[in-house]
Nanobody
């Protein structure tokens, strides 16, 4: 499985961005797809994930601000990020569990104060 993440950029605090993760495989066959992030000097952390049945789980730090969704017709998973904070600044990675774990390349999100 190849994953292509996009949509990162520079945004002011309080703004919004929408990340996309396009899969080379039909995502309706993929059990779990998710987003992680890694800030400078910190460990990679899970942001959100969504199952094939549409069940989603969020990190406490993003609950109520971020929404993960999947479009099976487009083989794409999205992360809508609202009310962004400077502490959301990180490289965001998408991944999926399909037998093994696959990672896409990261997309940089920078939130200025």
């Amino acid at each position: 499985v190849q994953l292509q993440a996009s949509g990162g950029g520079l945004v002011q605090a309080g703004g919004s961005l929408k990340l996309s993760c396009a899969s080379s495989e039909n995502i309706d066959r993929i059990d779990v797809m998710g987003w992680y992030r890694q800030a400078p000097g910190k460990q990679r952390e899970r942001v959100a994930h969504i199952t094939s049945g549409g069940y989603s789980v969020y990190a406490d730090s993003v609950k109520g601000r971020f929404t993960i969704s999947r479009d099976n017709a487009k083989n794409t998973v999205y992360l809508q990020m609202n009310s962004l904070k400077p502490e959301d600044t990180a490289i965001y990675y998408c991944n999926c569990v399909h037998g093994i774990i696959y990672w896409g390349q990261g997309t940089l999100v920078t939130v200025s104060s």
